[in-house]
């Protein structure tokens, strides 16, 4: 699930899929005898072991449980630690994190099974390659947790690093085993890592102009909240400048739900087709003709209907089926006004006005486009498609799709759901 989480996000904003072995230049294990188990080096990801702790990229950051933690010196001119490690603390990071224990890349000692061997992690396991690849050398002891993850084309090779800080204890091997550590409550051992699998398991990731614009806005937000907070406490004692204050609340107010709503509908496209979601890649306009053609506004129409006599939902038009964003340019209206007026009057003369409250519209900006966000409500009474004079046509959602019913399924269905309001 988190590997098409990934994709989808990727397909969506244009990215390739990466992984840390393609932005990382080195991977460093925790020494003993340094007080934060790391030397600080510039550009570090600090990487937990368990996801009950926080990626970091400050050394001070990773306090005394040090020993399940690993240092990634990443490359400057592909990631910045400080977004990768906020990435790795947002949700979709830590659905990563909980995946690599899933998959058993990362073996806790309580779950270890000890009739088979486990892998470890060496110190040195990673140095950098000179042409700007990451590659793997040293005695990794990968003995059969390797996934399906894993890049089978990497090599594993090279001579054994002069100084092993994994302690072999009887059939068990663990990261700094025997040396004088805290370690977190209720775990006695340390954990074995698959850091193959690990480091090749996939990432979404934007590229590095972007990751430093989002720290950037980032810090704004943390500005902002704080000014915010200090209005609120001014207003409570001294309400001075109150209406110069209000006006510009409103703007930001504005502003943000502006964001949100992008945010928002992307999510939405993000999940995929359901029962309380679809798309149209247009309102009126046949993609293949290039001409207006009332069996898409009928699609369209048959849709909301659904929605109404079914427990409502979301129609986003502008939106291919595969979730590309099209935006309502192909419609082929002067303006956006005209586009409005159109549907308005597609809801007027073939569903009534008397069900307008329950449509909610609005257009909405995706990705430097417009597409068109309509919202249904649950309707009290069956509601009809009325697509001639003398013809009337009713809707219901099933699964992703808008299905007609016609005699005695449509009695049975209005009377168990509307006590029998036609």
Same mark, same amino acid.
Request: glycine fraction near 4%; aromatic fraction near 6%.
């Given at each position: 699930m988190v590997e098409k989480e990934i994709d989808s996000l990727c397909n969506q904003y244009g990215l390739k899929p990466t992984s840390l072995s393609d932005l990382m230049l080195k991977v460093n294990f925790?020494? +003993? %005898?340094?007080?934060?188990?790391?030397?600080?080096? !510039? =550009?570090s990801l600090y990487l937990p072991l368990y996801e009950e702790l926080n990626a970091t990229s400050?050394?001070?950051g990773v306090g005394g449980n040090f020993q399940v933690y690993i240092q990634l010196i990443l490359d400057p001119e592909k990631a910045s630690s400080e977004y990768l490690a906020d990435f790795f603390n947002n949700p979709l990071g830590l659905k990563i994190r909980k995946a690599w224990e899933a998959r058993g890349f990362i073996l806790r000692p309580e779950i270890r099974e000890s009739e088979e061997p486990v892998a470890v992690i060496s110190k040195g396991s990673a140095l950098h390659d000179i042409s700007g690849n990451s590659s793997f050398s040293g005695e990794s002891g990968f003995s059969g947790i390797i996934s399906s993850l894993a890049a089978n084309d990497r090599e594993f090779s090279?001579?054994? +690093? %002069?100084?092993?800080?994994?302690?072999?204890?009887? !059939? =068990?091997?663990?990261?700094?085993?025997?040396?004088?550590?805290?370690?977190l409550p209720g775990i006695s051992s340390l954990p074995d890592v698959d850091l193959s699998s690990l480091t090749h398991s996939k990432l979404y990731l934007p590229d590095l102009?972007?990751?430093?614009?989002?720290?950037?806005?980032?810090?704004?937000?943390?500005?902002?909240?704080?000014?915010?907070?200090?209005?609120?406490?001014?207003?409570?004692?001294?309400p001075k400048s109150i209406t110069h204050i209000r006006r510009n609340l409103e703007l930001i107010r504005e502003a943000v739900k502006l964001a949100n709503d992008s945010d928002y509908i992307l999510e939405l496209i993000r999940r995929g087709?359901?029962?309380?979601?679809?798309?149209?890649?247009?309102?009126?306009?046949?993609?293949?003709?290039g001409k207006p053609d009332w069996n898409i506004e009928h699609a369209v129409l048959k849709t909301i209907v659904a929605y109404l006599n079914t427990d409502g939902g979301v129609l986003l038009i502008g939106v291919s089926n595969s979730g590309e964003v099209l935006g309502i340019k192909n419609d082929d209206f002067p303006n956006e006004?005209?586009?409005?007026l159109h549907f308005k009057?597609?809801?007027?003369?073939?569903?009534?006005?008397?069900?307008?409250?329950?449509i909610e519209y609005a257009l909405v900006h995706v990705n430097g486009k417009k597409i068109m966000e309509i919202e249904?409500?649950?309707s009290d009474e069956a509601v009809f498609l009325k697509p001639a004079k003398n013809d009337e046509e009713f809707y219901i959602r099933i699964g992703p799709s808008s299905e007609r019913l016609t005699g005695s399924k449509l009695i049975e269905y209005v009377n168990r759901h509307y006590n029998g309001k036609l």
């Open positions: 925790p020494e +003993p %005898d340094l007080e934060y188990g790391f030397a600080e080096k !510039e =550009n400050s050394l001070s090279g001579e054994a +690093p %002069d100084e092993n800080i994994c302690a072999e204890t009887g !059939e =068990n091997t663990s990261v700094l085993s025997g040396a004088d550590v805290s370690l102009p972007v990751q430093l614009e989002t720290l950037k806005i980032k810090d704004i937000t943390r500005e902002l909240i704080s000014q915010l907070n200090l209005f609120e406490c001014r207003l409570s004692t001294y087709e359901s029962k309380k979601l679809e798309f149209k890649s247009t309102l009126r306009i046949n993609l293949i003709t006004d005209k586009f409005l009057q597609l809801i007027k003369q073939n569903i009534g006005l008397d069900y307008a409250p329950m249904c409500r649950r």
